[in-house]
């Protein structure tokens, strides 16, 4: 109806041509993510070592990185509390580290706001496998439906003023309209090469820490071992030389046996290597130096230091930036007054050696203002 009065006073809408092909594609049913987060859970971050501190370095470093509330005309905005004490269950950083982690295990994170007569007063960081788009008739989200001991909850963004309850976040994904891609989903192949590798690892140690050999009986040709002499040389095996505590321990023979050792092979060699470029893969992924991990091998970056600016700068910062720009967004609708928020790296040790470079370089421009020096480097006006 609406359409064809436009049509009618030569009105027109501003709308996106793709949206009836998404409504046709996805309809206005529960979208849900094909990616079982559990097992990327279970197998990644909760059991490889790599994953999990690739993880946590993100999270942590990008939650550690202060966010600055700017408004015009006033000095402390309401919005510095909400964030400063998000819920009376988590401080700042928790908050912002689980949110941040959310996004690298599963590419989606969601912030619920909750408002009591339209004041926002908390913000909780929700469960994304818990978590359902609801797509409108157009194929864009209008809600969200959040599940979980067997109860439901549906959260509605009201179009009119703006205001949503959630505010979900999603990495990039080419193949999907309303789910992000995360990195461990990316690098999940390399994660099962590397999980694989722990697995034989500890199967060599459960084996005298080293590999097996073979009990050769030499007794003559056509001569077995009996039942029982067999039953009786296994049971000593597991008993007195499996186990890191019996590695290297001697094995004394009768009876015609002979030990026969067996080395690594080239292949158990190229297993190992494969293990190693695995864990280099994973890193890659999420964006960490792998000097940073500390793996074998890696000579990308000719210091720590080096790689520890390269991981801020084009990792973490990025991050939080888009995070930033996201939160103002969404709670902007929520407030009267104007306002963005944007990360503070004045103090920021990582980029220490930049900021003194910075100051270096601009405090020796004569042709400069004290004025303009000042907001080149970031400073307030002085007063």
Same mark, same amino acid.
């Given at each position: 109806m609406l359409d064809q009065l436009a049509r009618t006073f030569g009105l027109t809408t501003k709308t996106s041509a793709a949206k009836p092909l998404i409504a046709l594609a996805l309809g206005s049913r529960p979208a849900s993510p094909l990616r079982d987060y559990a097992a990327l859970t279970r197998e990644g971050f909760a059991r490889n070592p790599i994953v999990h501190r690739c993880v946590r370095l993100i999270a942590g470093a990008a939650a550690s990185t202060p966010l600055s509330i700017i408004a015009e005309g006033r000095r402390d905005h309401p919005v510095s509390g909400l964030l400063a004490r998000p819920n009376p269950d988590q401080s700042a950083q928790e908050f912002l580290e689980a949110h941040y982690g959310y996004l690298q295990i599963a590419g989606n994170a969601y912030a619920e706001l909750a408002a009591l007569d339209g004041e926002p007063r908390e913000l909780f960081s929700l469960r994304p496998d818990r978590m359902r788009v609801l797509p409108g008739k157009r194929g864009w989200p209008d809600g969200w439906e959040y599940a979980a001991n067997g109860r439901k909850v549906t959260f509605a963004r009201d179009r009119a003023s703006g205001r949503s309850p959630i505010l979900h976040t999603r990495l990039f994904h080419p193949g999907d309209d309303h789910y992000g891609l995360s990195p461990l989903e990316a690098a999940a192949a390399a994660v099962d090469v590397h999980n694989a590798g722990s697995h034989w690892a500890k199967g060599l140690l459960d084996n005298a820490a080293r590999p097996s050999g073979a009990l050769v009986f030499n007794a003559g040709e056509g001569s077995n071992l009996t039942e029982d002499q067999f039953d009786r040389l296994k049971a000593e095996l597991m008993e007195a030389y499996t186990g890191p505590a019996n590695a290297g321990?001697?094995?004394?023979?009768?009876?015609?046996?002979?030990?026969?050792?067996?080395?690594?092979?080239?292949?158990?060699?190229?297993?190992?290597?494969?293990?190693?470029?695995?864990?280099?893969?994973?890193?890659?992924?999420?964006?960490?130096?792998?000097? +940073? /991990? *500390? $793996? !074998?091998?890696?000579?990308?970056?000719?210091?720590?230091?080096?790689?520890?600016?390269?991981?801020?700068?084009?990792?973490?910062?990025?991050?939080v930036r888009r995070t930033a720009e996201a939160l103002t967004q969404w709670l902007r609708p929520w407030y009267a007054a104007d306002f963005r928020i944007e990360p503070d790296m004045s103090s920021?040790?990582?980029?220490?050696?930049?900021?003194?470079?910075?100051?270096?370089?601009?405090?020796?421009?004569?042709?400069?203002?004290?004025?303009?020096?000042?907001? +080149? /480097? *970031? $400073? !307030?006006?002085?007063?």
């Open positions: 321990r001697p094995m004394l023979l009768e009876g015609g046996l002979e030990w026969k050792p067996m080395a690594l092979s080239p292949a158990d060699m190229d297993f190992i290597e494969a293990r190693r470029e695995a864990a280099r893969e994973i890193a890659q992924a999420f964006g960490v130096p792998p000097l +940073l /991990l *500390g $793996l !074998p091998g890696d000579n990308t970056y000719s210091n720590y230091k080096e790689a520890n600016l390269a991981f801020w700068r084009q990792t973490v910062l990025p991050l920021l040790p990582a980029l220490a050696g930049e900021r003194a470079a910075d100051w270096a370089r601009v405090s020796v421009a004569s042709f400069l203002t004290d004025t303009e020096k000042r907001h +080149l /480097l *970031g $400073l !307030p006006e002085a007063s």
